[in-house]
Each structure stands twice: as C-alpha cells, then as structure tokens.
C-alpha cells in the first residue's frame, strides 16, 4: 500500500499538535510564533495535497480511499485555512493566553474534515465527522467574556449531539439491511432488496443528520444564533469548510451507495432545496445584523449546492465542486471585511458599515463584489456556478426547481444591496480610516482575484471538477 499518500491527513494531525505544545511549552515566544508555524505548515500541507491530487489508493479493504475527488475538497479545506487564518490576525488578540489552542482546534477540524471526504465507510465517516464538530463545539463558545459565544457554544453542542444521534441510528438501520458499512459493499448488497422499510428509514435519518451540517432546511434552525455568536474567523470557516465538507460526504454517500438509478431519493432532496433557498433568501431580507445575515445567506447557498445533488448528472455535480470552491473565495471575503469591522467598531450591525466606501475604499469594494457573487451577478465567479447547477437542474428534468433558484437569486441581490447602500451612502459620526494588516490585505486580495478570475476564466477549474467527479460516472 501506498501510505505515503496519507501524508496530508498526518501531516494536519501532527501540525495541530505541534501548535499546541509549541504554546504550552513556550508560553511567550510560543504564543507568537503559532501563527507562523500554522500558515507555514498549512501551506506545505497544501503544496502536499496538490502533488499528490491526481494519485489513488483504497486503504483496508475500501473503508479509506485517496482519490481526485477527496483531495480537491482537501485542497479547498486547507487554502480556507490559510485566508482564515491570515484574515483573522488581530482578531486573534481577543484570545488572549489561548491564541494556540485556537489555531490547534481548528486545524483538527480540518483533519476531521479531511477524513470525511476521503471515507469510503460509515463509520469512518462519522470519526471524521465528530472530529470536526467537536472542535467547533469549543471554537464557537471561545469568546468567554461574551454571552452570544457561550450561547452560540451550547446550543450548537446541544442541536449538534441530537443530529449526530440521528445520524448514527441512520447508519445502524443502514447496517442492519444490507450487512456492511462499506459504500461500495452496501451498494452491492440493497442492489437486490432496495425498497425494505428499515432502509427507507435509515437513508431519511442519514439525510437528517447530513442536512443539520449543511445547514438545510428544515434542519438550519441551529445556524442563525451560532454564526453571530462564534467568534467570526471560526463562523467564517464553519460557513465554508463544514459546509463543504457535509456536501461532499453527501455526495459521495449518495452516489455510490445509493446510485439514483436505483433509489429514487432526488424528488425528496429538490423538495429539501426548494425549501432551502426559499426560506433562506426570504429570512435573510430583514436581518439588521450583517452575520446574521450571511447565516441565512449561507442556509440559501447550501439549497443552491443541493441543486447540483439531486441533478445527479455531470453538470450537477461539476456545479457542486465549482460552487463550493468559490463560495469559499466569496464568503471567506465578505466575513473578512466583517471581521476587520468588528475588530474597528465592536459590532457588526449594519450601521456599523455606513461609510466604508469613504473609510477604507479597498473593505467596501471587497465586500461588493463578494456579495455581487453570491446573488449570481455576471461575470463573477457565483453566476457560473449557479450556471452549472440550473443546467444540470434542467438537464434531470427538474425545471421548477431551477425557476425557485433564479427568482430567489434575484430577490437575494436586494439584502446584499442593503450592506453596499450602508458602505457608500450611509452616515457615521467615526471619520478615521480603517487600518488593515498585510496578511488581511493579502487575504482580501486572493477572495477579490478568485472570485473575478473564476467568473471570467472559469475553464481550468471546471476541467479539475469534471476529473473530480468521474469516479462516479
């Protein structure tokens, strides 16, 4: 076996650990140079992964697996990582003493992530899965002179164990009727019996306990008060990396255990959708508080990605990879501007943002265009993502529901324009301008040039989604 190709799941592992006994043992020093260790190994991990991006392997018998698929979510999982991290450079100070115990949690939520996605097995999957919500159980309550975060921190424990609960009794009823917890073996086994009661259960407690980590509707309802109360760089990585990280152990699941052409749960995951992004968009158009709003924003896209799920075709699913990727670049640039607000104001209403197009013209600039991607405005990066997923949508037959997606889109463009009419027409008493460090600026720089390079050249990336997903075809 080729363990060598392992390397980024260990290499994460040992950074985490690395970081946390670097800010133990060197209480001062140690607490500085945390954030270099972290970008520096981050970045060779990332280096790593792209080397390897186009090898493959099955590890035990198929309940492991290295392929395109997985590293190009390992890919996206470490480069938000990185534009976290740097973003997020004086928001740090609010830690205090336990700077690298927050840079070590969130690096084991990227392993947990990287586990997911490359898991061929159930329980393996749920290992990966644990992992990266635990993690976030602390990261969301780290703020502790804030009663939001403390908040935020035990209702996302408490909604969190209940869907993990469910998603487990999901896998055992999936257990139980086809004899294994390997994808592939499943697949095998229910090819023959596939309309048993007990599986017909288990695959909605699975759907349940997957959609509670994308954010779907009816399962969203934790999402609101944990994105304002977490401290915003960890909001910021849980909108985008968890995010993607449930998506791709859906897709993955569904594919190859359930193939369409043998189940048909697409009906029940476009109803999901629909719902999804109308809920989203419409609960987002009277949120006064900017992270408020970018939660049900964030409820709206994940009904967009389901999109490409329940296309089930090569149109779908490259909607999916390509979506998920710039989302990253689109939501990682809007929370940054966020973040540097916060840190500037101590709010992050959206009084707080009148006049950043005078104040700091780059910050408002960002965040337009960020915002302008997420409604899907041409040419930026999130037009041709939903381009992929409605014409994958249309492609499967499922024409209403990419009418939903295009009427929704356009009513979202009206609470972005809420936040861009407060940066360049609104007024505020505060006239000094913002300062932003070089690794703040060098993070807004990557998100502006992603989400414009992805709109206007969108080819190269579109050609590593198709390899991606060609295991599945």
Known sequence: MRYELLAPEILTAVLGLLVLATGLLLPGRGKKAVGYITVIGLAAILITVMLNFRNEALFFDGVYQIDMYGNFFKTLFVGAALLIFSMSTRYTEFFGQRKSEWFSFMIFATVGMMIMVSSGDLITLYVGLELMTISFYILSAYLLNDGLSAEAGLKYLI???????????????????????????????LSVASSQPILIAGIVMLIAGLGFKISAVPFHMWTPDIYQGAPTPVTAYLSVASKAAGFAA???????????????????????AAL?????????????????????????QAGYILVGLVAANTYGLKGVLFYALLYVFSNVGAFAVTTMVEVETGSTDIEAFNDLGRRSPMLAAVMTVCFLSLAGIP????????????????QAGYLWLAFIGLLMSMI??????????AMYIG??????????????????WVCLLGTIFLGVYPGPLSQITELAIGLFF
């Open 379 to 394: 040419p930026l990066a999130g037009f041709v993502g939903k381009f992929y997923l409605f014409s994958g949508a249309i």
């Open 412 to 421: 979202s463009v009206y609470y972005y324009l809420n936040v861009a009419k």
């Open 159 to 189: 909604m969190g164990a209940l869907s993990s609960a469910v998603l487990l009794f999901g896998m055992s009823l999936v257990y139980a009727a086809s004899g294994s917890t390997v994808f592939t073996e499943i697949y095998q086994a």
């Open 427 to 444: 007024k505020t008493e505060n006239t000094g301008s913002f300062s932003v460090p070089w690794a703040g600026k060098m993070a807004l």
């Open 276 to 300: 999804t992004i109308v809920i989203g968009n419409l609960t987002a158009l009277p949120q006064k508080n900017v992270k408020r709003m970018l939660a049900y924003s964030s409820i709206a």
């Open 250 to 272: 859906l897709v993955r699941i569904f594919m190859v255990a359930f193939p369409y052409t043998q189940f048909n749960w697409n009906l029940a995951l476009a109803v999901l």
